[in-house]
């Protein structure tokens, strides 16, 4: 039994490749980074919306562009991601023999870095964005109650009953690449490596050596820069690689905490609903008098407050009470998270269809 199971812990066919559990242990480390770090900037954006709910709302692509320095920054001077490096891994050209690869310090060659932060970073924000155009377009369609009346609508719909199967068919498509590798029938665990043409390794001796060598001869004295184009060009890079450096020591830092934070925020994630429909029954204000020009709603009960038409596909907001149009209700809580008479804080769920005896 114990020979039969000793290649999962084992290089397989390669004496440097890291065991199942080294490489899905840094893959989740990035995962279990993005939403301890959303968690913390949804926080800070619901204390004080105007100074940090610009963070909130370009969350996405602040992380992304932060993430894209990060991996840039480790992959050409350490030939491994953030979290490969941080579990001792290096990223090797595959077809290349143990003695011509090339030292961790040198970096990838800029086909394979290329793609390997196309991979890395661009693949992971376009998922993110689709995994929100799904969602969006699911509540949407489940709040409609009209019939589908147009091509799109019947595309759209049709694109929601696929990606469940599409989805599915992606992740058994790392399953088997990851059942392979176990069993030490494949250099990659990850179809995405294969594709960007390198295997993961362990760090060696020289590797090691070698990157402390570097360290040190960057820290030291550089001579000054002969011209302004190569001034600038040294500011640039030392302001790059600043803010890389300053990313890669805070997350290894704070990755355990981190990891933490995630887990308290999944816990207190179940209590969100309940919280936010506890609030108390706002007390109506004086602008509420219907007999006087209020700037929030309108003399007539029957209009929206948003759109100042008659409402249609009357919907109440279980936060506040108040009545809206549901496409004007969806699109203005869609945005702003928020009620828009009482600024109470309201997610799209707690929109609550009305039926009246005419529908």
């Not at 949407?140 to 719909?157: A, C, G, L, T, V």
């Not at 992740?171 to 176990?182: A, D, N, S």
């Not at 999944?266 to 602008?287: C, R």
Request: aromatic content about 12%.
């Amino acid at each position: 039994m114990a020979e039969h199971g000793a290649h999962i812990t084992a290089a397989s066919g390669v004496d440097d490749q890291p065991s199942i559990f080294e490489v899905v242990a840094q893959d989740s480390l990035m995962t279990a980074v993005r939403p301890a770090l959303q968690h913390v900037v949804k926080v800070l954006a619901e204390s004080n919306p105007a100074h940090y709910g610009f963070f909130w709302r370009w969350f996405d692509e602040i992380f992304t562009l932060l993430d894209l320095l990060l991996q840039q920054h480790y992959l050409s001077k350490t030939s491994a991601s953030f979290s490969e490096n941080f579990y001792g891994l290096k990223r090797i050209v595959t077809g290349d023999t143990h003695k011509l690869q090339r030292l961790a310090s040198a970096g990838l060659p800029k086909k394979q870095l290329w793609k390997s932060i196309m991979f890395l970073v661009l693949l992971p924000y376009l998922k993110v964005k689709l995994e929100k155009l799904v969602s969006s377009l699911r509540e949407e369609d489940e709040y409609s109650i009209h019939p589908p009346s147009s091509r799109w609508k019947q595309f759209y719909r049709a694109f929601l009953a696929a990606y469940p199967f599409v989805n599915m068919a992606w992740e058994g498509w790392f399953l088997v690449q990851q059942l392979r590798y176990i069993l030490g029938k494949a250099q990659h665990h990850s179809p995405l490596l294969s594709l960007a043409g390198v295997r993961l390794g362990r760090l060696t001796v020289q590797d090691i050596q070698a990157l402390e060598h570097k360290a040190a001869e960057a820290s030291m004295m550089q001579q000054p820069a002969r011209s302004i184009s190569e001034k600038i060009k040294s500011t640039l890079k030392k302001a790059v690689g600043g803010v890389a450096l300053s990313l890669s020591t805070g997350l290894s830092v704070g990755v355990f905490f981190l990891q933490f934070l995630e887990w308290w925020y999944s816990s207190e994630n179940q209590e969100t609903i309940k919280s936010l429909t506890a609030l108390p029954t706002p007390p109506p204000p004086v602008h509420l008098d219907y007999n006087s020009d209020s700037p929030l709603l309108p003399k007539m009960k029957t209009v929206c407050p948003l759109c100042r038409k008659t409402r249609v596909n009357d919907t109440v907001l279980a936060t506040s009470g108040y009545v809206f149009c549901y496409r004007c209700v969806f699109s203005y809580v869609r945005t702003h998270q928020a009620c828009p008479i009482t600024g109470y804080p309201t997610e799209v769920q707690h929109l609550i269809k009305l039926y009246s005896p005419d529908n």
